[in-house]
Every structure is written in structure tokens, then in C-alpha cells.
């Protein structure tokens, strides 16, 4: 079975540092690794994916997510953090031919 | 650019009582889904529709049901509410349900049951 870990319920990080948001997951099978953002009272919005190729995976808003396979992870990451940024992250896997696992979220808040 | 339009975008029900939410896709997308969130559970899959014309169960369907009008809207019914039914609800809409193409969501329509 597929699953999503997102060890920290809640990350605080200062305006204009770096922010990382983690995920590890678990499949059977090679996997599509995902990142949504959700704002208060609204959907999730899609941030950034990994399909293949290239680990370092670039996406909105400056942020970038990068895949490791032996340690099955992909961290969200922005090297200088804004305001604007905080907000509810989810990490999401799908491996072929079954449906999409979100992870319990991390509510990033960035502090000016 | 709609996207993912879903209505109503909240809603009160009495213990009992039943009602639709409804859901289009502008994209024309194969697969659509209805999600539940709830607090620290993220989000649980409760139906899909892979293809115009087929439905199958989640991991969180009992309570629901759910109907693949044509391939724009696909609408969850809830017959008789429950107040552990009350949540967030969010559809969502992909291009195909079994490879790595990305999923996207509407705005969430919040339902609580009293």
C-alpha cells in the first residue's frame, strides 16, 4: 500500500530564510511525487510534480522539490521564504495505476 | 479559466436530511474525484470516476454516492446525513486516473450536519 509521511505538523521559518517542507513515502513501484498548497478557505493548489528524469524539480512561486530515491523523499524547498508563503502544504504520491495518497499536511508559517 | 466549479460552497444540514453537491470540469478531463478533509488527515478519497460512464469506491465511501452525469460533472449525494459527514468536500479532475498527470481542485464546498 501507498502511504505519505509528513513528519512535521507545523514548520515556522523568518521572512527571507530558506524553508523546508518534508515527505517521505512508500510505494511499490516507481512514483509520482507531488506538491499542493492550500490557503485558507480555498482548494489545493498544484505547486510542482516529479515524473522521471531530473531530481531537482522546479515549480510556482519559487519553489523546488528535489527526489531522492534511496532515502524516498522529495522535500519542498525556497531559498528565501516570504510572507505570502504561508499556508497548508501537502505532499501527494501516485504510482501507476492507482489513485493519489495525500500526506496529513504541514502548515508552514513564515514570520516577519 | 473555471477549472473546477463545485456548489454549494456551504451548506447546513439536519441529522437526516440529504443533499447533492455538485461538480463541473471545464478541462476535459476523464477522471474526476470527490475528496473529504478533514483536520490532521489530509485527504481521503471517498469516489472516482476514471472514465465517462464508470464510478468506483474510495477509501472513505460509505454514507455517499455518487453519479458521472457526462463527462463534465460528476455530483456526490448524501442521503441521509450524518455529523460525522460534516467536513470540507473538494472535487477534483485529472486528464487520466492512472498515470502522472497532475490533479486539480476546486474551491471546496464546506458542509456541516447538525
Known amino acids: 500500500a501507498q502511504s505519505v509521511a509528513q513528519p512535521e505538523d507545523q514548520v515556522n521559518v523568518a521572512e527571507g530564510n530558506p524553508l523546508t517542507v518534508k515527505c517521505t513515502y512508500s510505494v511499490s513501484g516507481n512514483p509520482y511525487l507531488f506538491w499542493y498548497v492550500q490557503y485558507p478557505n480555498r482548494g489545493l493548489q498544484f505547486l510542482l510534480k516529479?515524473?522521471?528524469?531530473?531530481?531537482l524539480v522546479k515549480g510556482s512561486y519559487g519553489f523546488e522539490a528535489e527526489f531522492n530515491k534511496s532515502q524516498t523523499s522529495f522535500h519542498l524547498k525556497k531559498p528565501s521564504a516570504l510572507v505570502s508563503d504561508s499556508a497548508l502544504y501537502f505532499c501527494a504520491v501516485r504510482v501507476y495505476g492507482q489513485n493519489f495518497v495525500f500526506g496529513p499536511g504541514t502548515r508552514l508559517s513564515v514570520l516577519p | 479559466n473555471a477549472g473546477v466549479t463545485q456548489t454549494p460552497k456551504f451548506q447546513v444540514l439536519k441529522t437526516g436530511q440529504s443533499m447533492t453537491l455538485q461538480c463541473a470540469q471545464d478541462m476535459n478531463h476523464n477522471s474526476m474525484y470527490w475528496y473529504r478533509q478533514d483536520p490532521g488527515m489530509g485527504l481521503r478519497l471517498i469516489y472516482y470516476s476514471a472514465s465517462e460512464g464508470t464510478t468506483d469506491k474510495g477509501e472513505v465511501p460509505n454514507g455517499y454516492n455518487v453519479s458521472r452525469l457526462n463527462k463534465r460533472e460528476f455530483s456526490l449525494r448524501l442521503e441521509s446525513a450524518a455529523p460525522s459527514q460534516t467536513s470540507v468536500y473538494f472535487c477534483?479532475?485529472?486528464?487520466?486516473?492512472?498515470?502522472?498527470?497532475?490533479?486539480?481542485f476546486g474551491e471546496g464546498s464546506w458542509l456541516t450536519v447538525v
Open positions: 477534483a479532475s485529472s486528464e487520466a486516473s492512472s498515470s502522472g498527470n497532475t490533479i486539480y
Open positions: 516529479y515524473i522521471t528524469g531530473d531530481n
